[in-house]
């Protein structure tokens, strides 16, 4: 059973104040929770197989290829400065 000082020694280690009203939400809260887990581990999974998810999913991703752009005049155009055939950005470099 959860009690109170339990609440706030864990409340401390997460470096969080809480209000007398909080430690006694927070201890009926957890507590509930800690006996769901205590359901939850009385099912036999002896016979489930260890799972990441809890139903199966590929990544759908297509093969990253190197396609040149056909017109590179608009997305130079598209950029907000040029210079010449290139982008032109903001300095990001000290000049130490």
Request: charged share 30%; aromatic share 6%.
């Amino acid at each position: 059973m959860l009690d109170r000082e339990q609440v706030r020694k864990v409340a401390h280690l997460a470096r969080l104040e809480l209000t007398p009203e909080e430690e006694e939400q927070f201890t009926t809260q957890l507590a509930s929770i800690l006996d769901y887990f205590e359901q939850l581990s009385e099912l036999d999974v002896s016979d489930v197989p260890p799972t990441t998810r809890a139903i199966d999913v590929s990544n759908v991703t297509r093969p990253d290829d190197l396609q040149p752009y056909s017109d590179r005049e608009a997305i130079l155009q598209s950029a907000p400065e040029q210079e010449g055939e290139f982008f032109k950005v903001p300095k990001i470099l000290n000049e130490e």
